[in-house]
């Protein structure tokens, strides 16, 4: 097929009857993009995972994608949208589209049901270079998932170091009370092991003196979302300042809470020690 006369590399490409795919999930997000499916949408990196197909689709591909992605997952069947008109920088375009299902044991890999996007001039093929990109995208996309695991995985070796360098006794609970972590000086005043992760903080015995209400003070906080701070006292006789603070998200919700326990004896003791002193002082003051 000849290319149209003045026309641009976009539409050359259109016209040869080449075809670009993507590797979307039922939201449309991109976790692979292969071949010539860029010209059809807005530039945004052209990486793996570079955003949402419907958001960066050009004008006149946008609602018919939608409808495809749509009727693709209610029905768990290929999608065809022939002819569809966009709008390139070099002029308007007729293309075919195509949804199809990914096979069930390949989005399984990736926990969630999957979508192959497929854009070009003529009806798409269902050989070998399909199932190539698909292979591609899976391989890509794994590879990404198992990068951002590591980098999970470090960042949070890296934060438990960080809080048990602090010192402080310090335990996050998530949204039903359960304990998510701990620092190692938590243990000191809450009786805690590896075995309590996941078990709710209220049905784990404390060390502290005349204070039985750290469930009903943790869910108090997570309910208003206003921080508390009370001073309490371990059985052997050590003063804490106690503070619970909700554990936010980024959109405002609430996914726990994190409970800090800071040593004052030496404050409270400075304190009782100048009280005393002031008290002497005017005593003193009083006799003259």
Known sequence: MTPPAGGTTEQALTHAGSHGTALVNGKGDILYLHGGIGQYLEPDGGEVGAGNILARARAGLKQGLALALQKAAAGEAP???????????????????????????????????????????????????????????????????????????????????????????????????????FTPAATRLIDLSPGDLNRPVGQIATRLAGYDRLAEDVKAVMATLKPLAIDVRSKDGFDFSLRIQPY?????????????FVDITDLKRTALELEAALSSLKAEEGKG
């Open 248 to 260: 936010r998200t980024q959109d405002d919700g609430v996914e726990g809470a994190v409970i800090t």
């Open 79 to 181: 999608v065809a949208a022939p002819s569809l008109k966009i709008l390139l920088r070099g002029g308007p375009v007729t293309v075919d589209l195509a949804v199809r299902p990914v096979a069930a044991s390949a989005s399984k890999a990736l926990g969630e049901p999957l979508y192959l996007v497929i854009l070009g001039a003529g009806p798409p093929s269902v050989a070998k270079e399909e199932l190539q990109s698909v292979n591609a995208a899976l391989a890509a996309a794994n590879a990404q998932l198992q990068a951002k695991v590591s980098e999970l995985l470090r960042a949070n070796h890296d934060l438990n170091d960080q809080l048990a360098g602090t010192g402080f006794a310090t335990i996050f609970v998530d949204a039903q009370q359960r304990v998510l972590r």
